[in-house]
Nanobody, 114 residues
Framework: QVQLVESGGGLVQAGGSLRLSCAAS????????MGWDRQAPGKQRELVAI???????NYADSVKGRFTISRDNAKSTVYLQMNSLKPEDTAVYYC????????WGQGTQVTVSS
Protein backbone atom coordinates (compact mmCIF):
# COMPACT_ATOMS: atom_id res chain seq x y z
CA GLN A 1 0.00 0.00 0.00
CA VAL A 2 1.39 3.38 -1.04
CA GLN A 3 1.66 6.05 1.61
CA LEU A 4 3.01 9.55 1.06
CA VAL A 5 3.45 11.84 4.07
CA GLU A 6 4.32 15.50 3.54
CA SER A 7 5.85 17.83 6.09
CA GLY A 8 7.53 21.21 6.29
CA GLY A 9 4.73 23.57 5.41
CA GLY A 10 3.97 26.69 7.40
CA LEU A 11 3.67 30.46 7.42
CA VAL A 12 6.49 32.53 5.98
CA GLN A 13 6.96 36.12 4.89
CA ALA A 14 7.43 37.00 1.24
CA GLY A 15 11.04 36.49 0.24
CA GLY A 16 11.49 33.69 2.75
CA SER A 17 12.20 30.01 2.27
CA LEU A 18 10.66 26.68 3.19
CA ARG A 19 11.69 23.09 2.57
CA LEU A 20 9.00 20.49 2.07
CA SER A 21 9.62 16.79 2.56
CA CYS A 22 7.63 13.77 1.45
CA ALA A 23 8.35 10.36 2.92
CA ALA A 24 7.11 7.47 0.79
CA SER A 25 6.40 3.88 1.70
CA UNK A 26 5.10 0.91 -0.28
CA UNK A 27 6.92 -0.24 -3.37
CA UNK A 28 10.37 0.49 -4.71
CA UNK A 29 10.76 4.27 -4.36
CA UNK A 30 13.73 4.64 -6.68
CA UNK A 31 11.95 3.45 -9.82
CA UNK A 32 9.16 6.03 -9.74
CA UNK A 33 9.05 9.61 -10.84
CA MET A 34 8.03 11.92 -8.02
CA GLY A 35 6.56 15.37 -8.03
CA TRP A 36 4.91 18.20 -6.19
CA ASP A 37 1.54 19.68 -7.10
CA ARG A 38 -0.24 22.58 -5.43
CA GLN A 39 -3.76 23.87 -5.15
CA ALA A 40 -4.63 27.41 -4.17
CA PRO A 41 -8.11 28.34 -2.93
CA GLY A 42 -10.56 28.51 -5.81
CA LYS A 43 -8.01 27.26 -8.34
CA GLN A 44 -7.26 23.96 -10.01
CA ARG A 45 -4.46 21.77 -8.81
CA GLU A 46 -1.30 22.41 -10.82
CA LEU A 47 2.04 20.72 -11.27
CA VAL A 48 4.91 22.51 -9.55
CA ALA A 49 7.89 20.23 -10.12
CA ILE A 50 8.76 16.69 -11.14
CA UNK A 51 11.87 14.54 -10.83
CA UNK A 52 12.30 11.32 -12.76
CA UNK A 53 13.82 8.11 -11.43
CA UNK A 54 17.02 9.19 -13.17
CA UNK A 55 17.06 12.60 -11.54
CA UNK A 56 15.86 14.70 -14.47
CA UNK A 57 13.82 17.65 -13.24
CA ASN A 58 11.18 19.93 -14.70
CA TYR A 59 9.38 22.93 -13.22
CA ALA A 60 6.36 25.08 -13.77
CA ASP A 61 7.37 28.40 -15.30
CA SER A 62 6.06 30.23 -12.25
CA VAL A 63 8.64 28.59 -9.94
CA LYS A 64 11.66 28.17 -12.18
CA GLY A 65 14.78 29.59 -10.58
CA ARG A 66 13.16 29.70 -7.14
CA PHE A 67 12.19 26.09 -6.34
CA THR A 68 14.36 22.99 -6.43
CA ILE A 69 13.12 19.41 -6.33
CA SER A 70 15.42 16.63 -5.19
CA ARG A 71 15.21 13.05 -4.00
CA ASP A 72 17.04 10.75 -1.63
CA ASN A 73 16.33 7.19 -2.70
CA ALA A 74 18.03 5.74 0.38
CA LYS A 75 15.48 7.57 2.53
CA SER A 76 12.54 7.16 0.11
CA THR A 77 12.05 10.90 0.38
CA VAL A 78 11.50 13.71 -2.08
CA TYR A 79 12.11 17.36 -1.21
CA LEU A 80 11.02 20.73 -2.48
CA GLN A 81 13.26 23.64 -1.56
CA MET A 82 11.31 26.86 -2.01
CA ASN A 83 13.18 30.16 -2.02
CA SER A 84 12.11 33.75 -2.71
CA LEU A 85 8.55 32.83 -1.83
CA LYS A 86 5.73 35.05 -3.06
CA PRO A 87 2.17 35.46 -1.77
CA GLU A 88 0.95 33.74 -4.94
CA ASP A 89 2.79 30.60 -3.84
CA THR A 90 0.23 30.20 -1.05
CA ALA A 91 -1.45 26.82 -1.53
CA VAL A 92 -1.75 23.30 -0.25
CA TYR A 93 1.23 21.37 -1.59
CA TYR A 94 0.83 17.70 -2.44
CA CYS A 95 3.48 15.08 -2.99
CA UNK A 96 2.80 12.86 -5.99
CA UNK A 97 4.15 9.47 -7.01
CA UNK A 98 3.82 8.57 -10.66
CA UNK A 99 2.83 4.97 -11.32
CA UNK A 100 0.27 3.53 -13.73
CA UNK A 101 -2.05 5.57 -11.53
CA UNK A 102 -0.73 8.48 -9.52
CA UNK A 103 -0.79 8.64 -5.75
CA TRP A 104 -0.92 11.80 -3.64
CA GLY A 105 -0.27 12.58 0.00
CA GLN A 106 -2.64 14.44 2.28
CA GLY A 107 -1.01 17.79 1.56
CA THR A 108 0.76 20.46 3.59
CA GLN A 109 -0.29 24.09 3.79
CA VAL A 110 2.12 26.82 2.70
CA THR A 111 1.10 30.39 3.43
CA VAL A 112 3.20 33.32 2.26
CA SER A 113 2.36 36.69 3.78
CA SER A 114 3.06 39.98 2.03
Amino acid sequence: QVQLVESGGGLVQAGGSLRLSCAASGGIFSIYAMGWDRQAPGKQRELVAIITSGGVTNYADSVKGRFTISRDNAKSTVYLQMNSLKPEDTAVYYCRQYRASSYWGQGTQVTVSS
